[in-house]
């Protein structure tokens, strides 16, 4: 069981064939809760990272939680099919 976090700031990145990146994360934010509606492939990172077909593998519909660093982005891009990314900042 994970514990109780407070909910920030929500985006939507639509999930395609080419990486699509987030914004910047929040100041305070040093995790992030992720869930995709169709399987992806995600890479945080410094700048506007390019997420690639061999990162992390998220499939859908299924809520990930990820250690971040104030000022880093979420990078996605699909597996198979497009989609959306919800990537909320956690505190």
């Not at 910047?24 to 410094?46: E, H, K, L, P």
């Not at 982005?73 to 959306?84: F, H, L, Y």
């Amino acid at each position: 069981m994970r514990a109780a976090s407070r909910l920030g700031t929500v985006q939507e990145v639509a999930i395609g064939a080419a990486s699509a990146a987030s914004a910047a994360f929040g100041a305070q934010t040093y995790q992030v809760r992720v869930v995709a509606t169709s399987a992806c492939r995600v890479r945080i990172g410094d700048g506007t990272p390019t997420a690639l077909a061999a990162d992390s593998y998220l499939p859908a519909d299924h809520p990930e939680y990820f250690t971040c660093t104030p000022g880093q982005r979420i990078a996605v891009i699909q597996e198979s099919a497009g989609g959306k990314l919800s990537v909320t900042e956690v505190a």
